[in-house]
DNA sequence: CTGAAAGCGCTTACAG
DNA sequence: CTGAAAGCGCTTACAG
């Protein structure tokens, strides 16, 4: 087995063509061959292509101090309702020759500290982040140092972050709405991380939506986090602590699923029994059974705006930070009924 | 607002530490530590922290020729099946200090090519895989070329490749097995692409079972794609052309949802009507309604796996490529049951 | 144990 | 329009 051949570099495509590596460049860069007589050009692109030359990006980088990448961080590649908000962001930034690198935190705060550390060496150019917690000490620092991030879905409770959410007051305060109009009077909610905004964001919303509609709102539980295991937990114990609700707001999809596991452990149908609001409407939602009636949260523009976003902060570090708030809307479907006297 | 500092560079540590750079890149190499003075090293580490130094990783690779990242090609990374396998390769490469960089192909030929060429632009240490196409001209440049790569899910009708995949034939054999078990006599199959080895290999163990057990196995559609939308596409032409079948076996997962679609069009109720088996056991293929029966996969182990080769590969590129068959099993749920005389 | 020098593969002022 | 030179931030033989 022969040791196959060294890449070319583009010293070696001048030398092929003739010309010093200086000419070869800007014969290379679309942006500057204008200013290279065309034959001589025509000489050095040919010479790239018979060589199979591939720009070394890491040298390009070092000398530019750009890489031409986007980290898209994520907490949990296994929830569905990231990949399309990482494909929005994906599609226009593909457009403008930026490659998106995904990156997988588990939510966990050391993992996170190590991917920013270790992306921001390799020098990719922004970051679009989806695992703020609303203390977030590692991305404020980052952000004071200069480093372009855009906030997805959850935001931190420092300011100075551009940011693209949806609106978590409105579509829970739409859930419970529609759980009142149903009939329901005893509505719990399992909650979500404190940490995350989205977790405590949805969380006030529930206890002052029902306030105001003059019901009290103790029926709390607390996922640790955004799973069906967790949120299998926490909905066992909003049935010990608070057996006589009828209707269960989840902070999540995933954490609904785990609701329905703990109310078929417990004997109870969905929505017979118990009536069940979800919140993202991730993909399958609509074919889980039962299907979930969630709030709608428009995942791919979210990645699509944040990437737009981002790119401008590229553009001009110093822009001011905007925060979006896109609407999200209830979308009714199997797991939500009016109580029956059970 | 002030413009933020440079980030500190080897240099810079050096000169806080009184050190020549050289010294200084030693003390901080694990590696390399212990062969300079105690005292000295710790200064440097100590400058280092000061100074809150991040090595600059384009650098080190430039000089390295290595960047301890690896790259994974999914082809659709909203498919809920191939998250676990990127987790699972994560969880071994990052042990080993490895980055996993995922990027998105849509199973797009060009899209590949782009993607490989700048990610080999970008020095990634490795490839894994999942895009794969029978017939793949650039996969097999690249091999050719030295670079390690390692397949997931999918192989090339080429030889050469390290792969780990799962086992289609038995996977299939098994679901028809459980369908003539169950009493089906006319038994359909939804194809996947034919460009792929596991749509191409599991049509053939559809018709090499059936036939091995004395039925005919034309009752035959082709699926464009491994989605909903060309899954239920196919159906309704299955059930155009062959209205006698009672079951089908679906090329996986996604296009078996897109059969449910067409059923229900086609006013079908499943399983009472028809039978459907799918193939991946992908997240929520239980919950969806009907739960699917399907052929569990073992999609963690195939990405942990393919990175330890991949790992292997990256020690000694002149191993022998190792091509790995995982076992896959039948999980019966509800969308099988004996055909009724509908 | 430490330092001076070279070089990884590019791009970009600076001259001509 | 083209070339010679410097330099991005590292690591690694090579001397001492």
Redesign the interface.
């Known amino acids: 087995?022969s040791?196959?051949?060294r890449?070319a570099t583009l010293r070696d495509v001048a030398l092929h063509a003739g010309v010093h590596v200086t000419t070869a460049s800007r014969a290379l860069d679309p942006a500057k061959s204008s200013k290279v007589n065309a034959a001589t050009a025509r000489r050095v692109r040919a010479a790239a292509r018979a060589l199979d030359y591939?720009?070394?990006?890491?040298?390009r980088?070092?000398r530019t101090n750009r890489?031409m990448?986007v980290a898209v961080l994520v907490p949990d590649?296994?929830n569905?309702f990231f990949?399309?908000i990482?494909?929005g962001a994906?599609k226009v930034l593909s457009g403008l020759g930026y490659?998106?690198?995904?990156?997988?935190t588990d939510d966990d705060a050391k993992r996170q500290a190590a991917?920013l550390?270790?992306?921001?060496?390799?020098?990719v150019d922004g970051f679009i982040v989806a695992t703020a917690h609303r203390d977030d000490a590692q991305l404020d620092e980052a952000r004071?140092?200069?480093v372009p991030i855009v906030l997805v879905n959850r935001r931190t409770d420092s300011p100075g972050f551009a940011s693209i959410v949806g609106d978590d007051h409105s579509g829970i305060k739409q859930a419970v709405q529609h759980l009142l109009d149903l009939g329901h009077r005893n509505i719990g909610h399992v909650a979500g991380p404190s940490g995350t905004t989205t977790g405590h964001a949805r969380l006030r919303a529930f206890q002052q939506t029902l306030n105001d509609a003059g019901f009290p709102a103790d029926s709390v539980t607390l996922a640790n986090s955004f799973t069906e295991v967790d949120g299998a937990r926490a909905m066992r114990l909003l049935l010990a602590e608070h057996p006589q609700i009828t209707a269960v707001v989840a902070a999540n999809d995933l954490i609904a699923?785990g609701c329905?596991d703990a109310l078929a452990e417990a004997g109870l149908r969905c929505p017979q029994d118990m009536s069940l609001v979800g919140f993202n409407d991730m993909?399958?939602a609509d074919?889980?059974?039962?299907?979930l009636t969630t709030i709608h949260v428009p995942h791919h523009a979210i990645g699509g705006e944040a990437a737009r976003v981002l790119l401008e902060l590229l553009g001009d570090p110093?822009l001011p930070p905007k925060s979006v708030t896109l609407p999200v809307n209830l979308v009714v479907r199997g797991s939500t009924a009016p109580p029956t006297g059970r």
Do not use: I
């Open positions: 087995m040791t196959p051949p890449p591939q720009p070394n990006e890491m040298a980088s070092l890489s990448s590649l296994t569905p990949p399309p990482v494909r994906e490659m998106t690198l995904v990156v997988n991917l550390q270790s992306l921001r060496g390799r020098k004071v140092q200069g699923l329905l993909p399958l074919r889980v059974s039962p299907a110093q």
